[in-house]
């Protein structure tokens, strides 16, 4: 399995930015997707999670209300809509995908076993 984030960019705050996370090799809706991101100087944190069909999400707190994540299985494509930004969602964000299909554990970024290499989201204030 292979994943490629793209989206990320410079954007100010309070404005908007779409990732992108296109896979490949086995079959996409057998995976739960993630997106963690690891700001410079600090741990990967977990950002979203999503269901191998889609109709389960988790959010962390910090970006709940903000943040969309969902998948399109017909494009093996995951996506992270995120809005309202602030220059503390700066950060190397990645996807990821994991087997596990319980929302509680897809914090828990060493239970995913495919890890894109990221795409770099700076906010300016």
């Known amino acids: 399995v292979q994943l490629q984030a793209s989206g990320g960019g410079l954007v100010q705050a309070g404005g908007s930015l779409r990732l992108s996370c296109a896979v490949s090799?086995?079959?996409?809706?057998?995976?739960?997707m993630g997106w963690f991101r690891q700001a410079p100087g600090k741990e990967r944190e977990f950002v979203a999670g999503i269901s191998r069909g889609g109709a389960r999400t988790r959010y962390a707190a910090s970006v709940k209300g903000r943040f969309t994540i969902s998948r399109d299985n017909a494009k093996n494509t995951v996506y992270l809509q995120m809005n309202s930004l602030k220059p503390e969602d700066t950060a190397v964000y990645y996807c990821?995908?994991?087997?596990?299909?319980?929302?509680?554990?897809?914090?828990?970024?060493?239970?995913?076993?495919?890890w894109g290499p990221g795409t770099l989201v700076t906010v300016s204030s």
């Open positions: 090799g086995r079959t996409f809706s057998s995976y739960a």
């Open positions: 990821a995908a994991t087997t596990v299909s319980q929302e509680l554990r897809w914090n828990r970024g060493n239970l995913f076993d495919y």
